[in-house]
Every structure is written in structure tokens, then in C-alpha cells.
């Protein structure tokens, strides 16, 4: 199985040693490969570098602290620093649609209520504990 490719943010906190994947990015991209976050699973992490190259690196998927103690558990990415890259890409055009992980359905628009409108899925199903 091909290694999943998700979204965080190389400007975040606690970058790039620990990845969070709280960002509507990170959801959709779960989603698209219908994949459910799980404490141990081997991902690859990449953000928008410039419009031809994203950053990206490996990790393992964690749920708990991160280097502040005040922040909340939360689900990231602790990286592998040597595998830090640049990669090619081409850019989709057109709107940002964020598919339900049940039945694809375009949630984006209610994410606030928590739940698909259509087949009634918790729209966070991809990142609960
Ligand atoms: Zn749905």
C-alpha cells in the first residue's frame, strides 16, 4: 500500500520535528484516501512550497504531547529529520472540496455542524481517537 500523503503545515507549531494534523487540509486529504489516523502508521507530511515544489517528510502518526506542555494531546506527526525534500507537483485548479469519508459528499460547507448532511457521518471520523 502506498505510503499516505497528508497535508500540515511546514509554518505551524513545533515544525518540523512534530507535524500537527488538525488543519482542514489534513482532513480532506484523509478522506480522499480513506484513511483513519491511527497511533503508529507511517505517513509522508508535505506543504505548499512554492506553485511547482511542496516540502515534504516521513513520519509515524502520534496521538499525545507535543513540545509545549500546555497544548493539548493531539494527533501529529513526529518526522524523520533526514528525510526533509523538495518534490514536483502540479497544482489542481478549482474549488476546495472536502469529501465525506462515508459517502463523498462535499462537507466543507458543514464542518461546523459536525455531521455529513447527507448520510450523517461525523465529519471528524477520519481523526477521532
Ligand atoms: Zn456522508
Same mark, same amino acid.
Given at each position: 500500500?502506498?505510503?499516505?500523503?497528508?497535508?500540515?503545515?511546514?509554518?505551524?507549531?513545533?515544525?518540523?520535528? /512534530?507535524?500537527?494534523?488538525?488543519?482542514?487540509? #489534513?482532513?480532506?486529504?484523509?478522506?480522499?484516501?480513506?484513511?483513519?489516523?491511527?497511533?503508529?502508521?507511517?505517513?509522508?507530511?508535505? *506543504?505548499?512550497?512554492?506553485? +511547482?515544489?511542496?516540502? +515534504?517528510?516521513?513520519?509515524?502518526?502520534?496521538?499525545?504531547?507535543?513540545?509545549?506542555?500546555?497544548?493539548?494531546?493531539?494527533?501529529?506527526?513526529?518526522?524523520?529529520?533526514? *528525510?526533509?525534500?523538495?518534490? $514536483?507537483?502540479?497544482?489542481? #485548479?478549482?474549488?476546495?472540496?472536502?469529501?465525506?469519508?462515508?459517502?463523498? *459528499?462535499?462537507?466543507?460547507? /458543514?464542518?461546523? #455542524?459536525? $455531521?455529513?448532511?447527507?448520510?450523517?457521518?461525523?465529519? +471528524?471520523?477520519?481523526?477521532?481517537?
Amino acid at each position: 500500500m502506498k505510503q499516505p500523503r497528508l497535508y500540515s503545515d511546514f509554518n505551524g507549531p513545533f515544525q518540523p520535528s /512534530h507535524m500537527l494534523l488538525s488543519y482542514v487540509g #489534513t482532513l480532506r486529504d484523509l478522506n480522499v484516501q480513506k484513511v483513519v489516523l491511527s497511533t503508529g502508521l507511517r505517513v509522508t507530511v508535505y *506543504s505548499d512550497s512554492d506553485e +511547482e515544489e511542496d516540502i +515534504e517528510m516521513d513520519g509515524i502518526v502520534c496521538f499525545g504531547s507535543v513540545p509545549d506542555p500546555t497544548w493539548p494531546a493531539c494527533w501529529h506527526v513526529r518526522t524523520d529529520a533526514q *528525510s526533509l525534500r523538495f518534490a $514536483r507537483v502540479t497544482r489542481e #485548479t478549482g474549488s476546495f472540496l472536502l469529501p465525506c469519508f462515508g459517502c463523498g *459528499s462535499d462537507i466543507y460547507e /458543514h464542518l461546523n #455542524t459536525g $455531521r455529513c448532511p447527507a448520510c450523517g457521518l461525523d465529519v +471528524e471520523y477520519a481523526r477521532h481517537r
